[in-house]
Each structure stands twice: as structure tokens, then as C-alpha cells.
């Protein structure tokens, strides 16, 4: 109950809270040394840590996860730690490498017969797809993980599905057009109205699925998407007033890379 206790608690916005309750139960589990609690201990650690965007961390949960699991023939924990660890290797700029790991993680965990998590892993393989430059390939993948969610009601990581639709759809090339420079005739990329608009409804809608659930850590996400798209539109003010509404109501987790980012994307701003 502690690891989902922590999973719970960054959702909310209280990333450091989710830590103290992770290490209580890995402490927990070590001492019981049984081997499936262990192993699910280990990937809800790794998990806790790929929210947090904490690479490192991810991947020595992820691989002792997997440790444990090959040892004990746990074959759901090896398929969930192994696509964990595949989007460590996203961090490490190893893309190709993530992307076949979380592949064969994810045929492994369908052999299982699970459902559990589907979305959340799609929307991984996703990331990993968009770094590589595959970002067509990476808008099926998360078609298929938004269709996953409404079948199994498993809407957790919705709101993120949601967001990485709209970063994708203003990346696609079918959605960017070169125009000409007023002056020197400099050619300019820019992104198409059209596009514009798809992706800022994925934001909306992230945002919306974000507050209705009280998922501020989400929510902060999918706010910084949409103060990116007004800053990129000349819209800075509109842009900062959006951000510090969402980031004044967290109390902790500052040093984590999301509320960096967003500290730095406010003093931007200004």
C-alpha cells in the first residue's frame, strides 16, 4: 500500500512526501525478503523515479527489479521492469536501443495476458519514438494507449497521453510550412494555424483531465505545454500568468527537474 500510496502522492504534487513513502517501502520489503513483494517494490521505486525524471534511479530500481525477477520466474514484474528501463536508456540518448527494449517488454507483458499499466508503458514508447524522430509512429502509439484507457477505465496517466499527443502533432511535418522572411528572404519553419489548434486542444484537454482528478504534478505538465505554444506566439504574458497560477500551489519537490524547468520557464518569462 506504501508504493501506491507514493504513486498517489506525486500525482497530487507532493513528489518528496512520494519518496519518504517509497523508501518505507523498500525498507518494508527488504526486510520481509519475499520475493514477489520485493520485485513489485523495486518496479514501483523505478516507476516513482521515471515520474520524477530521475534516470539514475529508474534504472538501479528497474534492474534489480529484473534481477529478482528472473530469478524467481516472475515474469509480469521482468516485462514491466524491463520497459521501465528502456526509457532510462531514452535519457542516455540511446533511442533505437529504448525503443527495442520497450518492444520486447511490451510483447512480453501482453504474453502475460495483463492489461494493467498498458497505457502508461505506450505512452513511454512513445517518448522514446519522438526522440528518435519517429513521432508518426509515436501519435499510433498513443492513439492506441488513449484507446486503451477509455476501454479498461485505467485513466491514471490520461491527462500525460493527452499532452504528448499535442507535442507530437506540432512536430509532425505534415504540420510544419517554410515561408519566406520579410527580409533577406530567409527561409522561416513555421507551424501550421491548424496544427496549432489541434495540439493546443490535446493541452486543454490534458488540463482538464489533470484538475478533475486533483493531479497537480500533471497538471504543471500540461500547463508548461501550453505557456511553451503562447511564449512561441507572442503571448508571454498570457504564458506566465498561466504557469505561476499552477506552480505558486506546490510546497515541495523544487529540486525535482519538472518544477526546475518551470522555475526557469517563469524566469523566462518575465
Not at 228 to 241: D, I, K, T, W
Request: glycine share 6%; charged share 25%; hydrophobic share 45%.
Amino acid at each position: 500500500m506504501r508504493c501506491f500510496a507514493a504513486w498517489t502522492l506525486w500525482f497530487l504534487g507532493r513528489p518528496d512526501q512520494a519518496l519518504d513513502r517509497m523508501h518505507e517501502a523498500l525498507v518494508l520489503a527488504r526486510e520481509l525478503s519475499e520475493p514477489l513483494a520485493l520485485a513489485h517494490t523495486l518496479f514501483f521505486a523505478a516507476i516513482l523515479h521515471q515520474l520524477r525524471r530521475e534516470g539514475r534511479m529508474a534504472q538501479e530500481r528497474a534492474e534489480a527489479a529484473i534481477a529478482v525477477s528472473r530469478e524467481h520466474g516472475l515474469a509480469l514484474h521482468h516485462a514491466h521492469a524491463t520497459i521501465t528501463r528502456g526509457w532510462v536508456l531514452i535519457e542516455q540518448g540511446r533511442q533505437e536501443e529504448a525503443i527495442e527494449q520497450m518492444r520486447q517488454g511490451l510483447a512480453a507483458h501482453q504474453a502475460t495476458g495483463a492489461k494493467v499499466l498498458r497505457p502508461h508503458f505506450l505512452a513511454l514508447l512513445a517518448e522514446a519514438l519522438d526522440k528518435a524522430h519517429r513521432g508518426e509512429q509515436g501519435l499510433r502509439v498513443l492513439e492506441e494507449a488513449l484507446a486503451a484507457a477509455h476501454r479498461t477505465g485505467e485513466r491514471y496517466y490520461e491527462a500525460e497521453l493527452y499532452r504528448l499527443k499535442g507535442e507530437l502533432l506540432l512536430m509532425r511535418p505534415a504540420s510544419r510550412s517554410v515561408s519566406q522572411a520579410a527580409t533577406g528572404g530567409k527561409a522561416m519553419v513555421g507551424v501550421q494555424p491548424t496544427a496549432i489548434a489541434d495540439a493546443a486542444g490535446c493541452f486543454n484537454q490534458a488540463i482538464l483531465i489533470a484538475r478533475q482528478q486533483n493531479a497537480k504534478s500533471l497538471e504543471l505538465r500540461a500547463v508548461m505545454s501550453v505557456a511553451r505554444l503562447y511564449r512561441n506566439q507572442g503571448r508571454p504574458e498570457e504564458a506566465r500568468s498561466l504557469l505561476a497560477e499552477v506552480y505558486n500551489r506546490f510546497c515541495e519537490g523544487f529540486d525535482t527537474t519538472d518544477l526546475r524547468e518551470a522555475k526557469g520557464l517563469l524566469d523566462a518569462l518575465s
